[in-house]
């Protein structure tokens, strides 16, 4: 892959895509080879939801931003406090950036957040549910 890279735990939850300055492999072809090594699930901060959406990624849950695991390099006041969003790979893509943005602002107001002290982990224990739902129905 020219130096760009992808991890995948547990066989199946996508935790880190990499995509190398000067790698051919573009970010959609990178999250394609994530898919096809098994890749079903993510998490990531909203500000990157165009793109899982471009990839075939849909929310299945979310958890309002927490500053005492803001990513390095956040600052309060210059930044903007983005939502943890969990996704499940669908195939179904969304191209066009602005209805992804809207699909995303329809699903936060049609969705409890998980909230908080186990906040995250609850998110993240409703995309697995969802993925282990649809895997028995297959």
Same mark, same amino acid.
């Given at each position: ?10 066989? +199946?939850?996508?935790?880190?895509? +990499?995509?190398?300055?000067? =790698?051919? @492999?573009?970010? *959609?072809?990178? @999250? ?7 890749? =079903?699930?993510?998490?990531?901060? =909203? ?7 471009? +990839? ?6 979310? *958890? ?10 956040? *600052? ?13 790979? *669908? ?22 957040? +998980? ?8 998110? @993240? ?14």
């Amino acid at each position: 892959m020219g130096g760009s890279v992808f991890s995948i735990a547990g066989g +199946c939850d996508i935790i880190s895509v +990499c995509k190398k300055s000067g =790698d051919g @492999m573009n970010a *959609t072809n990178l @999250m394609k080879a994530a898919v096809e090594a098994g890749g =079903d699930r993510l998490d990531s901060f =909203d500000g990157n939801h165009a793109f899982y959406r471009r +990839c075939g990624f849909e929310p299945v849950s979310w *958890t309002p931003f927490n500053e005492q695991y803001a990513p390095e390099g956040w *600052t309060k006041g210059r930044d903007r406090p983005e939502d943890v969003v969990f996704y499940a790979y *669908t195939g179904n893509r969304q191209p066009d950036k602005a209805k992804a943005a809207a699909e995303l602002a329809a699903f936060k107001n049609a969705t409890r957040p +998980c909230t908080g002290e186990n906040g995250y982990d609850e998110a @993240m224990k409703k995309r697995n549910d969802f993925m282990a739902r649809r895997k028995s129905a297959k």
